[in-house]
T-cell receptor, first 111, second 114 residues
Framework: RKEVEQDPGPFNVPEGATVAFNCTYS??????FFWYRQDCRKEPKLLMS???SGNEDGRFTAQLNRASQYISLLIRDSKLSDSATYLC????????????FGIGTKLQVIP | EPEVTQTPSHQVTQMGQEVILRCVPI?????FYWYRQILGQKVEFLVS????????KSEIFDDQFSVERPDGSNFTLKIRSTKLEDSAMYFC????????????FGPGTRLTVL
């Protein structure tokens, strides 16, 4: 089983749609969880951290289920500018020592 | 806004040559990382560095690789004898401290091994 698993997509959605991405991780000792965004041929940029209680930032909502080792990202009211690859990121061994990225899920928002 | 910088943006080298990729992390950051991303593949962790020593490294980070913080600002990744499969984008990243989650990534160096 991959350490961090994501559906690579692509997800093609119309503007204004709601879209959800999922991610599973295999290491139960994982400590910190994040969603990053990566535009084509650019560096990853932090979108949001993921907390056990769930957290929201504008149109973006992240959820963590430790029992199922599952993380989700919900994007509401999709914009054209949301088109990117969304990377699920997990850290372990003390939080910041080893970082594992998922393959990323590609989102294309269509006019 | 402070940012992580990397040089060069693109490096072309012959197989077997040594390359040094350079990074200048954000000045008050304490944790430093190197990642690589082969075209079309996922970002892969190479190494983390704290307090002037390696704190964690992946299976990819073999004896061909080394990292150094030669002065107070630069953080370098050296590949001693490059192979064709080392062709990738190499990203440097830094974190301020453990209480701040965000990794700031540099723009990357594209390494092409011929």
């Amino acid at each position: 089983r991959k350490e961090v698993e994501q559906d690579p997509g692509p997800f093609n959605v119309p503007e204004g749609a709601t879209v959800a991405f999922n991610c599973t991780y295999s290491n139960s000792a994982s400590q910190s969880f994040f969603w990053y965004r990566q535009d084509c041929r650019k560096e990853p940029k932090l979108l949001m951290s993921v907390y056990s209680s769930g957290n929201e930032d504008g149109r973006f909502t992240a959820q963590l289920n430790r029992a199922s080792q599952y993380i989700s990202l919900l994007i509401r009211d999709s914009k054209l500018s949301d088109s990117a690859t969304y990377l699920c990121v997990v850290t372990h061994s003390g939080g910041y020592q080893k970082v594992t990225f998922g393959i990323g899920t590609k989102l294309q928002v269509i006019p | 806004e402070p940012e992580v910088t990397q040089t060069p943006s693109h490096q072309v080298t012959q197989m077997g040559q040594e390359v040094i990729l350079r990074c200048v992390p954000i000045s008050n950051h304490l944790y430093f990382y190197w990642y690589r991303q082969i075209l079309g593949q996922k970002v892969e962790f190479l190494v983390s560095f704290y307090n002037n020593e390696i704190s964690e490294k992946s299976e990819i980070f073999d004896d061909q690789f080394s990292v150094e913080r030669p002065d107070g600002s630069n953080f370098t990744l050296k590949i001693r004898s490059t192979k064709l499969e080392d062709s990738a984008m190499y990203f440097c990243a830094s974190i301020e401290d453990r209480s701040n989650n965000e990794q700031f990534f540099g723009p990357g160096t594209r390494l092409t091994v011929l």
